[in-house]
T-cell receptor, first 113, second 117 residues
Framework: RKEVEQDPGPFNVPEGATVAFNCTYSNSASQSFFWYRQDCRKEPKLLMSVYSSGNEDGRFTAQLNRASQYISLLIRDSKLSDSATYLCVVTMIYGGSQGNLIFGKGTKLSVKP | DAGVIQSPRHEVTEMGQEVTLRCKPISGHNSLFWYRQTMMRGLELLIYFNNNVPIDDSGMPEDRFSAKMPNASFSTLKIQPSEPRDSAVYFC???????????????FGPGTRLTVL
């Protein structure tokens, strides 16, 4: 079983739509969770961290379910500029510092006019 | 502020040649990571350094790959000899780790697109 699994998509949605991505992770010892965004032929960039209580950043909402080892990202009122690949990332903490980032292969989103 | 700097941005070489990729982390960061990204395998960690010391190199594919970090502002990833299956995008990332913080954001460089013919 892969450590971090995501639906590769692509998700093709119209502008203004709400879209949700899911991610599952296999290591129950994972402690930190993130969503990264990667544009075509660019480097990954941190979109947001994911906290146990859930967190929101503008149109983006991230949720974590530790019992089910499941992470989600919800994008509301999607924009053309949201078109990208969204990478689910988990990590463990060693000695108070972040350990290796384990990346999912990403879910591709394409927002159409 | 300058981000993570990688060079070259593109490299085309022939099988058997030595390839050296370079990375300058963000000033003040004490952790440096080398990743490889392919369509088939996604983004994989190759090796990471903390305070210039290699901490985990379990992701390095084989002995043909080596990485060094001689000082806090420079790292190299070398492939010798290169093979066509090494063709990928190689990313360097840096972060500041420690101080009891539970999240240390990694900042990625623009990557080196390597093609081995």
């Amino acid at each position: 079983r892969k450590e971090v699994e995501q639906d590769p998509g692509p998700f093709n949605v119209p502008e203004g739509a709400t879209v949700a991505f899911n991610c599952t992770y296999s290591n129950s010892a994972s402690q930190s969770f993130f969503w990264y965004r990667q544009d075509c032929r660019k480097e990954p960039k941190l979109l947001m961290s994911v906290y146990s209580s859930g967190n929101e950043d503008g149109r983006f909402t991230a949720q974590l379910n530790r019992a089910s080892q499941y992470i989600s990202l919800l994008i509301r009122d999607s924009k053309l500029s949201d078109s990208a690949t969204y990478l689910c990332v988990v990590t463990m903490i060693y000695g108070g510092s972040q350990g290796n980032l384990i990346f999912g292969k990403g879910t591709k989103l394409s927002v159409k006019p | 502020d300058a981000g993570v700097i990688q060079s070259p941005r593109h490299e085309v070489t022939e099988m058997g040649q030595e390839v050296t990729l370079r990375c300058k982390p963000i000033s003040g960061h004490n952790s440096l990571f080398w990743y490889r990204q392919t369509m088939m395998r996604g983004l994989e960690l190759l090796i990471y350094f903390n305070n210039n010391v290699p901490i985990d190199d379990s992701g390095m594919p084989e002995d043909r790959f080596s990485a060094k970090m001689p000082n806090a502002s420079f790292s190299t990833l070398k492939i010798q000899p290169s093979e066509p299956r090494d063709s990928a995008v190689y990313f360097c990332a840096s972060s500041f780790s420690g101080g009891g913080r539970s999240t240390d954001t990694q900042y990625f460089g623009p990557g080196t697109r390597l093609t081995v013919l």
